[in-house]
Structures are given as structure tokens and as C-alpha cells.
């Protein structure tokens, strides 16, 4: 798989396409860096508008980051995963200017659920410094059937 999650076959990953679709993300300026085999990178500059009232970036942008890289991993096998759950611990301020890189990784996957831990850094000249860890609990979900198909929605 290609940085930008093309196979060599020219088909495009599943994290890769959700991730095309995902507005939310996108409209903040979140890139998706890499996304396969349970593993996503994403990063994403702090601009003026995700600075809250302490000159510090709003917690929920920083959550948004992580989130988003959570989804890109969890959905990096092909079925539609979402969220069941996660959790953020903050543990350092990130600033205006800073660029955030969310990296996230699957630590399993069992039955149609999974666990992934995200981490969130800035990088320095002393190396990366965190900002914020976070776990999220995934849950593959069942593709619906059309209203029409025999026990679908009418």
C-alpha cells in the first residue's frame, strides 16, 4: 500500500476513502498521513480558531485529532468500524502554531471489537514531546440491508 493508500492494484484502502469523505475532519485542515493494517497517521496544524479562553488549544481539537486517526486505524481492515468508547488523558498544552501528529495504533482486535491506542505529539528539537494519550474502543458494525431486501427496514 502507497503512502496515499493505493494498492498496487490502483484500489484505494478503506480508511483512505472514509477518510475523503470525512468533512468534519477535513474542514480543520487534518491530513491523513498513512493509514494501513491497523495503524493510521494524522496530523494537524493548531490555528487560531482552536484556541480556547487560556491560550491553549481547545481539548476537544486535540480529541477531534486523535479521534480521527482512531477511526483511520480501526477502519484500515475494510469493514465499517466506528466507535464504541474512548478516553483522553491531556498532558501538555499544545499552542497556537503547533503541529500535532496523532498516531494510532491497534493493541487487538476481538469478535467485532477492538481496542487502539492514540498517541499525540509536537515535535521539538529535543524530539517529539506528548500532548495527549488516548484509547478508543471500536465496534465493526453490520452492513444494512437495502428497505426492500427480505427483513430490511420498510
Given at each position: 500500500?502507497?503512502?496515499?493508500?493505493?494498492?498496487?492494484?490502483?484500489?484505494?484502502?478503506?480508511?483512505?476513502?472514509?477518510?475523503?469523505?470525512?468533512?468534519?475532519?477535513?474542514?480543520?485542515?487534518?491530513?491523513?498521513?498513512?493509514?494501513?493494517?491497523?495503524?493510521?497517521?494524522?496530523?494537524?496544524?493548531?490555528?487560531?480558531?482552536?484556541?480556547?479562553?487560556?491560550?491553549?488549544?481547545?481539548?476537544?481539537?486535540?480529541?477531534?485529532?486523535?479521534d480521527t486517526a482512531?477511526?483511520?486505524?480501526?477502519?484500515?481492515?475494510?469493514?465499517?468500524?466506528?466507535?464504541?468508547?474512548?478516553?483522553?488523558?491531556?498532558?501538555?498544552?499544545?499552542?497556537?502554531?503547533?503541529?500535532?501528529?496523532?498516531?494510532?495504533?491497534?493493541?487487538?482486535?476481538?469478535?467485532?471489537?477492538?481496542?487502539y491506542d492514540v498517541?499525540?505529539?509536537?515535535?521539538?528539537?529535543?524530539?517529539?514531546?506528548?500532548?495527549?494519550?488516548?484509547?478508543?474502543?471500536?465496534?465493526?458494525?453490520?452492513?444494512?440491508?437495502?428497505?426492500?431486501?427480505?427483513?430490511?427496514?420498510?
Amino acid at each position: 500500500m502507497s503512502q496515499d493508500g493505493v494498492s498496487p492494484d490502483g484500489v484505494r484502502s478503506a480508511a483512505h476513502a472514509m477518510f475523503d469523505a470525512d468533512v468534519a475532519s477535513r474542514s480543520l485542515g487534518i491530513e491523513l498521513v498513512q493509514a494501513g493494517e491497523g495503524r493510521a497517521v494524522a496530523r494537524m496544524r493548531i490555528t487560531e480558531q482552536m484556541v480556547n479562553g487560556h491560550d491553549i488549544a481547545h481539548g476537544g481539537y486535540v480529541f477531534l485529532l486523535a479521534d480521527t486517526a482512531f477511526a483511520c486505524a480501526c477502519n484500515s481492515h475494510g469493514p465499517v468500524t466506528v466507535a464504541a468508547g474512548a478516553d483522553i488523558a491531556f498532558i501538555a498544552a499544545g499552542r497556537l502554531g503547533d503541529e500535532l501528529t496523532a498516531v494510532a495504533q491497534e493493541r487487538t482486535r476481538y469478535g467485532r471489537n477492538g481496542i487502539y491506542d492514540v498517541t499525540v505529539h509536537r515535535d521539538t528539537t529535543d524530539g517529539p514531546e506528548v500532548v495527549a494519550e488516548f484509547r478508543g474502543r471500536s465496534r465493526t458494525i453490520a452492513p444494512t440491508r437495502p428497505a426492500h431486501a427480505p427483513g430490511g427496514r420498510s
